[in-house]
DNA sequence: TAACAAGCCGTTATATTATAACATTTTTAT
DNA sequence: ATAAAAATGTTATAATATAACGGCTTGTTA
């Protein structure tokens, strides 16, 4: 069983403020958050953000440049993402659908080229704005 | 039948320029090559972007913010893409896959959200670079 | 233990991507 | 002819992201 990762504390600081986050955060508002804990350089984030979605604990929301927390417990699947964004709320929420997953993970062009990764993004109407 | 739509000069060199190109181009690179021409600030290029996106003569690659023209017979359809994207040249191919779409254009979500668009980008290595 | 590599940290400066705000002109439809 | 809609041009600025430099810490290994 594979040690659960260690965070550095910018890490984890960069990390628990997206956990808790009820939508999408961006970059630059996470910096704001988190000056109150000494982090004060847009890079500073950006590494502890480049880490995180290496190691699966966040996903970047490549529509809106923002990001969020893995649901998927812990996805070691960084390489097999797929969200459901509200165009009008804009709540997004991490897909776990295995049918989905599998169809995607197995899809061949024509061309015959395999992939090793996907990023998938839905959008529509959330229930409570439709 | 629908008239074809007539682009304005501005939508029509920028048009031009992303069709012609082999591979995603990005805004500002369109800008440096339209200056010829007479387009001189970046939003007349942002500009004609949106126009053409809209009319789903082109679309953007979300993971590099970069623009190619549409390769199925000017895609109605801007609103179901997908593409497959070499992660060691960067071409960049759009996926013409009839299954493919009705079965993403079908998906429903454990919600029951019903999606109007989708995006997906696939990553690996083409036939050149594997 | 020395010394080396790898990872993380902090800081300043800068590059890249995109939009706001305003004034004007052209095109289209009535 | 008139009014509405779309496109243009320009300046300034906002938002997103990386380069380049140097130092600190930690774990490995010669
Ligand atoms: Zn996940
Ligand atoms: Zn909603
Ligand atoms: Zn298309
Ligand atoms: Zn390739």
Redesign the pocket.
Known sequence: MPQAQI??????VVFEIIEKAKGPL????ILYDVQKK??????????????LLELGKIH?IES???FVACKNSNCEITKATAFSICEKCEKVTEINNSKLSNYLSAFKDSTGMKYSKYNLEFFGLCKKCK
Do not use: F
């Not at 961006?26 to 508002?29: I, M, P, Q």
């Open positions: 965070l550095s504390k910018n890490q984890q961006k970059a630059y508002s000494g982090i004060r350089a847009p890079l500073q984030v950006y590494r502890a953000l480049d880490k970047k809106k440049n923002a």
